[in-house]
């Protein structure tokens, strides 16, 4: 379940004073998880794709959901 209220708490605090990078991604990951989607962020995109993994999946998301497979 969504923590409305951390989100509303971050986005103000996003607006007054800024988020530390530890806030932002959570706030990444509530806003993923709202919207049922998996979560990633820019420091996972720049590793090589051997190190990449998902990170942390939105609940009822699945981990692969929307990557490409290559044909077998």
């Known amino acids: 379940m969504v923590d ?8 103000a605090k996003r607006r007054e004073v ?3 990078d530890a806030e932002a991604d ?3 990951k509530l806003f993923a998880e709202q919207e049922g989607k ?3 962020n820019a420091k996972l995109s720049k590793l ?4 990449r993994g998902t990170d942390v999946p ?3 998301a699945s981990a692969t ?3 490409e497979h290559p044909a077998s």
């Open 4 to 11: 409305e209220k951390r989100i509303e708490d971050l986005i």
């Open 18 to 20: 800024g988020l530390s």
């Open 26 to 28: 959570e706030l990444g």
């Open 38 to 40: 998996p979560y990633s």
């Open 48 to 51: 090589p794709p051997g190190e």
């Open 58 to 60: 939105a609940e009822g």
């Open 65 to 67: 959901e929307g990557q």
